[in-house]
């Protein structure tokens, strides 16, 4: 029987995979050619491999924040984005894309575990919630990846 508590945890999850409400990450990686990860389409600041690490770094922060003893703040924005508009090559790319889902995995982990509630404080601060951070990476990647789905359409590799 599934209580309200592990309801609420199944929908974080679901959010968080994306796919719901906005185009999930997992639907758009496989889609961008390693050769146009570099490309700034006219107009936007940035490539998708710059927007695809200023996800992956925020959540690797966030997550870090919400559940490690030895979290660092990071310098905004100077950490938060890469100072490359590509990955050095093909493994430097599958790593980070490896690294975001292990992150990931972790975070939905963290909210499965019945132990963690998710109304208290976090460890680096008793003011955000383990719910707000959660929420937290859930907006932000969503709004990002609505940018994802920009660059994609504007490299012409964006198929719905």
């Not at 995979?17 to 390693?34: N, W």
């Not at 703040?73 to 990955?87: E, F, G, L, V």
Request: hydrophobic residues 40%; charged residues 30%; glycine residues 4%.
């Amino acid at each position: 029987m599934m209580t309200e508590d592990n309801a609420q945890r199944a929908q974080l999850i679901k959010h968080l995979e994306g796919g719901l409400a906005f185009a999930s990450i997992d639907s758009l990686l496989d889609k961008i050619p390693f050769e146009k990860l570099d490309i700034r389409p006219e107009g936007l600041p940035y490539s998708f491999y710059e927007v695809f690490f200023h996800i992956c770094f925020a959540q690797k922060d966030i997550l870090e924040y919400t559940i490690s003893g030895d979290y660092q703040t990071r310098d905004w924005p100077d950490d938060y984005w890469p100072s490359k508009q590509a990955p050095a090559d093909q493994k430097e790319w599958e790593s980070m894309m490896a690294d975001y889902f292990e992150d990931r995995r972790l975070l939905k982990d963290f909210i499965r575990d019945p132990n963690n509630d998710l109304n208290k404080g976090v460890v680096n601060s008793k003011e955000n919630s383990l719910l707000r951070e959660f929420l937290l990476v859930i907006e932000h990647t969503a709004y990002h990846t609505g940018q994802l789905v920009i660059i994609q359409r504007l490299l012409g590799v964006y198929d719905n």
